[in-house]
């Protein structure tokens, strides 16, 4: 018998009162879906919701939310392929290219998947990984080995622990592929001879089994850093002596010139005025933290008196001796205590000290405190608060641009990860007005624009207001309207048409430093590691855009390829040119590789690659052509960034040794030129060793590479020249040149190896020899041949001479000083005492508490 079909509507539902008959409902209140009831689904209120008094509520079902995802989804999809687009418009990136990134970009999950994958070397890993670079790139001792492990225990020993992790940024771990090639190389060429037979047709005795092949070379093998020494401290150091007045005044004349304007981490008009009052005055008694930037300051200063050989300096290890002062004062103790400016001003010179000393992982140590302290104070943020007068506040932002640039430099020296999020910080960059200039009316104004890091002030040109900017504008600048593009235009032109001071150095030296810590980040890290390929091409090329609008926008003052007469000194070129060309190195050393013989698959990649590296060793001469062409170690540390000289030596050499190594394949119509740029570098080496001993550990690395190389790369070592003798010999005549296109960017046509002229002869030297085989407009700014800048001057500091000029500066002015205003600074309150002396008549008790603030 049939059952008869239940009818249609809500009435037929129930067959008697009370009773429910299951029936399918398109979608389930909310309740009964958690309580999983069968929902009769009515709108008004389900029958189970009614019955226990609850509110019925329904939601969008799975495929409404699907439905709801995917188009949000797809917007989004959208709106980055807009994106995309228009970045790809503004870098001259073609489809095919993007849809390549794309394509590989679907198989880079893969790598996380793959352990071995992850911890092979780039030959090694697998074809399916999207990281991979090209297969022509198979031995490559570039930054693109599986750089994302290690295989050293550094704590094995002490001196495993002194060097301790070296990343791929650094010029070490160059060294280290360097020595890993060498070894192949000439393993490869030693095979090859002992398979030859001898005259009598017998098999060669060497055909003996080759030893196994060495593991690979040590970190600390490669090091040329003397961190495996103890910093010297003095016994019995009378922590309070301080030195004759006459002879303090050259000690902080020398620091002054030489180093505040590359570090202006304490506000030198306060401390002139702290400082006259404490040397006229001996029975003042100013706080351990002053005094212990006061001993800073002189072991700084007697450092650089000792490289250079100065007049006035006094005893060799007189550094050490100060030193030792300020840590009995302000360094020992210090490790609980809580941070304040003074200490961070305190932790930031014996950084820089240690840096010049060639204690770089103690220094890398010291900063990581310095740079936490400054986070912990705020000072990576921008301060509006009304507490503070607008004076100290941009004092206090070149405290921390200070702190940023030293843990750049050590971040660039180890290879270690910086402990500084850029995207966190909203610290603006210093104005261009000396500290001399702030009580001007128009400069006074400008220091005190609220939020001036952030609107269309001054600093909102091409290199932005701060780095957090640096990311976040890139695709807005891609979209500027004309307004905004003239707007920034004449933020161009009214920092070209500022006269060169200290401040305009600092402040172009922080926004070169900005785009060279991108560089670390986006191209050395473990993510970008696993970026596929056509990726990091795509970053590469961004940033050597950036740095070349950098150079665009620099003053004609500042312009270290120009020979026109420059009232900057020739100090802050060479300093801007050193970090110019070591950021441009970092930038294209990923490419700089041996190429295989086998025919590549990607000929557009190779073609990249091959221009690329070509500029890394490009971009190594000219740094090379930065030095005179007779080693002059004394000469070269009064005119340079001389606590890092040696490291921007050692990564042009590094980079040059890599090219000889890989038989010149990037230059070979250069190689004549390589190796006469390297033997000058050995040269320069070889004199800076009689200097200190982490300069003689890096003459001797490099020089055993060269001589090791030289049997297969046909150099007669007996030939090299002498960096005593004369540098015209026939070993560094110039060749003929030949034309090579390196690209369509201006700035690369500006420097490649093409040479439409040359120069007279009278004022080619060796150095000018080279740059003529490597840029036609290059030369180098201290050569005293050719350079407007007056050369031979005297660099003995004698009794004061920046010093004097900065007290006459304030004193000239009428009615109350403005510093009076700025010191001292109570960080308890954040107010200014408008009294230099407290009203007390106990000046000893007082000025030590007044002593005890920040100088700013």
């Known amino acids: ?178 020595s890993k090639e060498v070894n192949n190389e000439c393993e490869e060429w030693s095979s090859s001879k002992s398979n030859e037979d001898d005259d009598n047709g017998l098999p060669s005795p060497t055909l003996t089994p080759l030893p196994e092949k060495p593991s690979d070379p040590l970190v600390a093998s490669s090091s040329y850093y003397i961190d495996d020494l103890d910093v010297p401290k003095k016994e019995q150091v009378d922590a309070f002596a301080v030195p004759s007045r006459d002879t303090a005044t050259k000690l902080l004349n020398a620091y002054l010139t030489s180093v505040h304007p590359s570090l202006p ?55 050490q001796m100060y030193f030792s002062r300020a840590r009995s004062l302000s360094l020992e103790d210090q490790l609980l205590h809580h941070p304040d400016l003074q200490q961070l001003q305190v932790e930031g010179l014996a950084c820089f000290y240690l840096i010049a000393s060639g204690h770089i992982n103690r220094a890398w140590k010291l900063s990581g405190s310095a740079v936490r302290g400054a986070l912990g104070l705020g000072l990576h943020l921008q301060n509006v608060g009304v507490c503070t007068s ?34 966190s910080c909203t610290t603006p960059l210093p104005v261009p007005f000396d500290e001399s200039d702030f009580q001007k009316e128009e400069v006074a104004q400008l220091i ?33 309207t004309p307004a905004e593009c003239d707007t920034k235009r004449s933020q161009a032109e009214y920092f070209k048409s500022l006269p060169p001071c200290m401040s305009l150095y600092f402040l172009q030296m922080t926004s070169l430093t900005t785009i060279a810590k991108r560089m670390t980040t986006k191209l050395y890290s473990p993510e970008a590691l696993q970026s596929p390929w056509a990726s990091i091409e795509f970053t590469i090329q961004s ?70 590296a070509a500029e890394c060793v490009e971009s190594a001469c000219h740094m090379l052509t930065l030095f005179p062409d007779t080693p002059d170690a004394a000469m070269l540390h009064r005119i340079s960034p001389w606590w890092c000289t040696l490291h921007y030596l050692m990564q042009a050499t590094t980079v040059l040794l890599l090219e000889l190594a890989f038989h010149s394949q990037h230059v070979p119509e250069k190689a004549n030129m390589v190796l006469k740029a390297a033997k000058k570098a050995i040269d320069w080496l070889s004199a800076l060793s009689k200097t200190n001993m982490a300069s003689e550990r890096a003459w001797k690395l490099c020089d055993g590479f060269l001589c090791r190389l030289a049997p297969y790369i046909g150099i007669d070592v007996n030939e090299m020249s002498d960096n005593e003798g004369s540098s015209s010999n026939s070993l560094f005549d110039a060749p003929d040149i030949g034309s090579t296109e390196l690209g369509d960017d201006p700035l690369v046509d500006d420097l ?12 080619v030297t060796t150095a000018e020899s080279i740059a003529a085989g490597m840029d036609s407009t290059a030369c180098s700014p201290i050569n005293p041949l050719v350079s407007p800048l007056d050369m031979s001057a005297s660099y003995s500091l004698e009794v004061p001479d920046l010093l004097d000029t900065l007290t006459k500066s304030e004193n000239s002015l009428s009615g109350p000083l403005p510093y009076d205003e700025l010191f001292p600074y109570d960080p308890a309150t954040g107010q200014i005492t408008r009294s230099f002396f407290p009203l007390g008549p106990n000046m000893d008790l007082d000025m030590g508490y007044f002593w005890g603030d920040a100088v700013c």
């Open 1 to 178: 018998m049939a059952i008869p079909r239940l009818g249609d509507g809500a009435e037929s539902a129930f067959t008697s009162p009370g009773r429910f008959h299951r029936r399918h409902v398109r979608r389930a209140c909310e309740s009964c879906r958690q309580r999983k009831t069968k929902c009769t689904g009515d709108k008004s209120g389900c029958r189970n919701c009614r019955e226990a008094g609850i509110i019925c509520c329904y939601t969008d079902g799975k495929r409404e939310k699907s439905k709801r995802s995917l188009a949000s989804l797809s917007a989004k999809v959208q709106a980055y392929e807009d994106v995309i687009r228009k970045l790809s418009n503004r870098f001259g990136v073609s489809d095919e290219q993007l849809v390549n990134i794309a394509l590989v970009a679907e198989s880079a999950p893969d790598l996380a998947l793959n352990a071995e994958a992850g911890l092979a070397t780039t030959g090694e890993r697998s074809q399916d990984s999207g990281s991979e670079p090209p297969p022509y790139r198979s031995s490559s001792p570039s930054a693109l080995d599986g750089v994302d492990h290690t295989g050293e225990d550094f704590n094995r020993d002490e001196t495993a622990r002194a060097t301790g992790f070296i990343g791929r940024s650094s010029e070490i771990s160059w060294l280290q592929k360097l």
């Open 390 to 423: 607008d004076t100290s506040k941009e004092i206090r932002y070149r405290v921390w641009w200070s702190l940023y640039n030293i843990e750049h430099l050590l971040g660039v020296m180890t290879g270690r990860p910086s402990c500084i999020i850029d995207s």
């Open 265 to 319: 981490i304490i506000g030198i008009s306060t401390f002139i005025s702290q400082f006259q009052v404490f040397f006229s005055q001996p029975s003042l008694k100013p706080g351990s933290k002053w005094l212990a930037i006061l001993n800073l300051i002189f072991a700084i200063a007697s450092k650089y008196g000792q490289l250079t050989d100065a007049e006035w300096k006094e005893g060799e290890d007189d550094h």
């Open 448 to 480: 005190g624009v609220v939020g001036r890091g952030t609107s269309s002030s001054l600093d909102r040109m091409s290199f932005s207001s701060s780095t957090a900017n640096l990311d976040s504008t890139a695709d807005s600048d891609g979209n500027d």
């Open 543 to 612: 940033l050597m855009l950036a740095i070349d609008s950098w150079f665009m926008n620099l003053p004609s003052a500042y312009d270290f390829t120009s020979t026109q007469t420059s009232q900057c000194p020739v100090g802050q070129r060479l300093g801007l040119a050193f970090l110019f060309y070591s950021t441009k190195i970092g930038i294209t050393r990923p490419c700089l590789c041996r190429l295989d013989s086998s025919p590549p698959e990607d000929e557009k990649a190779h073609e990249f690659c091959s221009k690329t």
């Open 752 to 763: 490649s190896f093409d040479q439409t002229s040359t120069l007279p002869a009278a004022t």
